[in-house]
Every structure is written in structure tokens, then in C-alpha cells.
């Protein structure tokens, strides 16, 4: 019996805790490994079942997210290819849970997500779930008709000038003067071998992410619940050098290799950086 089907048992309660009694004194620390697993996939699959919800005649309903808070001790526990494993270990199990629970009716989310975070407040061995319904990915984008200048009679903008701004108040009228904002360099986004757009980047250091309501990112890239909310960070250094800072729950690739996690890569203009089904690329000026 392998390990994600046993677990899948011991979330149905078919069976008890006799398969790891039976384990050997080497196996230790894999039954840790499986009862922790086991214990938050339980929690996970109840906080599911609370959130789940099938309206008439539609679909499934359940969040597109579950947030597992560890406490500081337990963070330091699982880390790199521990951690890996126990996000995927959820992700499987979960994901088959989600199908079984919704019986014949069809989920309306295609794929979730499961990340681990830390709760300061918890004891070692105490973890929370949160569930989280991100309404960010159904955003519009509103397009309005451009102005022609030559026939408004307003002149025309100028981006070399000095931005000023006219506030008028009760007692006077007063001139915010605003520094006019500098292009470092820009940056390509492409998806599935289309180019979306190219986005003007103006700070020495940006985040790069799906996002959220709670979480803004400077290079938001929308539509795949794959991107973690901050997947990457990029900086750019005076001397005109680009370095990348994976953060994401799945890989980041520069020039097809794979970047370790929260490892600080230098990437140059003319090397592909993939997140999942996105691929960007630095302009300078």
C-alpha cells in the first residue's frame, strides 16, 4: 500500500492506527511524516466540507485555496524537499477528497492550491487551516476610447515634465509638485507563446505574484492558480545587474533550469524566466 492511498484510508477511517504500530524502529521518522500529513489533511478535507456548497443545478463549489499555518518550530521542521513533499502529499490526497466529496456533481474549480505558512502564536505540533475564496481571478479589464488631444483643445502631455497637481480647499488653492517617474527598464509578459503585454518597470525591486485582495504585486500575473500571490521578487542594482528571488510553491526557471527557492539568482535581459504558464523577459532601456 503505497503512502497516498494509506492516507486516503486513514482519512476515511478504514483503517487505524495498527499500520504504524507496525512499523519498524527505522521507519520513525517517515510515521511522523505520515501522521502529521494525515492530521492536516483531516483538518483541510473538514474545512472543506464547512466551505463546500452546490447550488441548483450548478456545480461544486469549494475554495481555490487552503492556507496551513505551522507553528515557527514546525516551519523550521519542513523545509525543502520535506516541505515539497508535504505540500504535494496534500495537493494529491486533496484533490481526490474534493472529486469523492462532490459526487456526481462536477467541481467548478479545476485545481486548488495548498501552502504553508507561520503562525507566531501556535506551540510546536498545533497547526491551523483557512480556506480562502480569491475572487481576484474573475477581474475585468475595462478599455476606454483615447482622447485626441489635437481636438480637445488641452495640450498635449508631455512624460519629460514635472507632474503638478491643483488641490483646491476651503481656504486656498495649493500645487503638489510630483518628481516625474523614471523607467529603469520593462518587461515582458507572455503566456502560452502569446505576448501579453510589456509593462514599464519604475522601482529598483518588484514582486512578481497572482495576488490577492490582502496582497498587491507590482508585475501581477492572473489566471493560473498555479503562481503563488508573491511567487518571485527581481531586483535590479545600480550597476544595471538583474537578480531573481524565487518564493513560489511551484518551480521558477530561468533559461530552463529550475532556481532554488528563496536562492538570489542573477538573470540577464536576454534569459527566459518561466512561472508556470507564464514567461517573462527584461527590456532594458
Given at each position: 500500500?503505497g503512502?497516498i492511498?494509506?492516507?486516503?484510508?486513514?482519512?476515511?477511517?478504514?483503517?487505524?492506527?495498527?499500520?504504524?504500530?507496525a512499523?519498524?524502529e527505522?521507519?520513525r521518522?517517515?510515521r511522523?511524516?505520515?501522521?502529521?500529513?494525515?492530521k492536516?489533511?483531516r483538518?483541510?478535507e473538514?474545512?472543506?466540507?464547512r466551505?463546500?456548497f452546490?447550488p441548483?443545478?450548478?456545480?461544486?463549489?469549494?475554495?481555490?485555496?487552503?492556507?496551513?499555518?505551522?507553528?515557527?518550530e514546525?516551519?523550521?521542521?519542513w523545509?525543502?524537499?520535506?516541505?515539497?513533499?508535504l505540500?504535494?502529499?496534500?495537493?494529491?490526497v486533496?484533490?481526490?477528497?474534493a472529486?469523492?466529496?462532490s459526487g456526481q456533481?462536477?467541481?467548478a474549480?479545476?485545481s486548488f492550491?495548498?501552502?504553508l505558512?507561520?503562525?507566531?502564536?501556535l506551540?510546536?505540533?498545533?497547526f491551523?487551516?483557512?480556506?480562502?475564496?480569491d475572487?481576484?481571478?474573475?477581474g475585468h479589464?475595462?478599455?476606454t476610447?483615447?482622447?485626441?488631444?489635437s481636438q480637445?483643445?488641452k495640450?498635449a502631455?508631455?512624460p519629460?515634465d514635472t507632474?503638478?497637481?491643483?488641490i483646491e480647499t476651503?481656504e486656498?488653492?495649493?500645487t503638489?509638485?510630483r518628481p516625474r517617474?523614471?523607467?529603469l527598464y520593462?518587461m515582458?509578459v507572455?503566456?502560452?507563446?502569446?505576448?501579453?503585454s510589456?509593462?514599464?518597470?519604475?522601482?529598483?525591486?518588484?514582486?512578481?505574484?497572482?495576488?490577492?485582495?490582502?496582497?498587491?504585486?507590482d508585475?501581477?500575473l492572473?489566471g493560473?492558480?498555479?503562481?503563488?500571490r508573491v511567487h518571485a521578487v527581481l531586483?535590479?542594482e545600480n550597476?544595471?545587474?538583474?537578480w531573481?528571488?524565487?518564493k513560489?510553491r511551484?518551480p521558477t526557471?530561468v533559461?530552463?533550469?529550475?532556481?532554488?527557492?528563496?536562492?538570489?539568482?542573477e538573470?540577464?535581459p536576454?534569459?527566459k524566466i518561466?512561472?508556470?504558464?507564464?514567461?517573462?523577459?527584461?527590456?532594458?532601456?
Amino acid at each position: 500500500m503505497g503512502l497516498i492511498e494509506s492516507i486516503r484510508k486513514w482519512i476515511d477511517g478504514e483503517s487505524g492506527e495498527g499500520l504504524l504500530e507496525a512499523a519498524d524502529e527505522h521507519a520513525r521518522p517517515r510515521r511522523i511524516w505520515e501522521e502529521f500529513l494525515v492530521k492536516i489533511a483531516r483538518e483541510v478535507e473538514a474545512v472543506m466540507q464547512r466551505e463546500m456548497f452546490t447550488p441548483p443545478g450548478g456545480p461544486t463549489y469549494i475554495p481555490r485555496e487552503y492556507i496551513v499555518y505551522l507553528s515557527a518550530e514546525d516551519d523550521r521542521d519542513w523545509q525543502g524537499d520535506k516541505r515539497r513533499g508535504l505540500e504535494q502529499g496534500l495537493f494529491h490526497v486533496l484533490s481526490e477528497r474534493a472529486r469523492e466529496l462532490s459526487g456526481q456533481t462536477p467541481l467548478a474549480a479545476k485545481s486548488f492550491a495548498v501552502e504553508l505558512r507561520v503562525d507566531g502564536t501556535l506551540s510546536k505540533g498545533e497547526f491551523r487551516v483557512q480556506g480562502v475564496w480569491d475572487e481576484t481571478e474573475s477581474g475585468h479589464t475595462m478599455v476606454t476610447p483615447r482622447v485626441d488631444l489635437s481636438q480637445s483643445g488641452k495640450p498635449a502631455f508631455n512624460p519629460n515634465d514635472t507632474i503638478r497637481e491643483t488641490i483646491e480647499t476651503a481656504e486656498n488653492e495649493q500645487t503638489i509638485v510630483r518628481p516625474r517617474v523614471i523607467e529603469l527598464y520593462s518587461m515582458e509578459v507572455w503566456r502560452d507563446g502569446v505576448r501579453e503585454s510589456v509593462v514599464p518597470i519604475s522601482k529598483p525591486e518588484i514582486t512578481i505574484g497572482r495576488g490577492s485582495r490582502s496582497i498587491t504585486v507590482d508585475l501581477p500575473l492572473k489566471g493560473d492558480p498555479e503562481v503563488s500571490r508573491v511567487h518571485a521578487v527581481l531586483t535590479r542594482e545600480n550597476d544595471g545587474r538583474y537578480w531573481l528571488t524565487p518564493k513560489g510553491r511551484n518551480p521558477t526557471l530561468v533559461g530552463g533550469r529550475e532556481l532554488p527557492r528563496e536562492d538570489r539568482t542573477e538573470v540577464r535581459p536576454d534569459e527566459k524566466i518561466a512561472i508556470c504558464n507564464f514567461v517573462l523577459r527584461i527590456q532594458p532601456r
